[in-house]
């Protein structure tokens, strides 16, 4: 990779895919607690995961617990990979310079 992943490289986008990777594989993280995490507003990380999501990079799942809607997100087999790639190049870089 000579460019780091355009999608990935935005630095909220960058948090959300680092806390899901820290996640096992197909575990979800709920929209409330990834906000605190990568401390962005609503609209601002609905946005990103939206990108993420167009990406094929995150798999949403929206519901209902009793009344009050709720939004999963986890890592998608792409988005794991795709972040390993991103984590990669820049080891390359470090190692690099």
């Known amino acids: 990779m000579e460019q780091?992943?355009?999608?990935?490289?935005q630095p909220v986008r960058l948090k959300i895919m680092a806390a899901l990777r820290a996640l096992p594989a197909q575990e979800q993280l709920e929209f409330t607690r990834l906000k605190a995490i990568v401390g962005a507003t609503d609209g601002n990380l609905g946005a990103h995961i939206g990108t993420l999501e167009a990406s094929g990079y995150l798999e949403v799942e929206k519901d209902f617990v009793r009344k009050k809607p709720r939004t999963r997100v986890r890592l998608s087999k792409a988005g794991r990979r795709a972040f390993e790639e991103y984590v990669a190049y820049l080891r390359e870089l470090v190692e690099g310079a």
């Open 4 to 9: 780091p992943n355009p999608t990935i490289h």
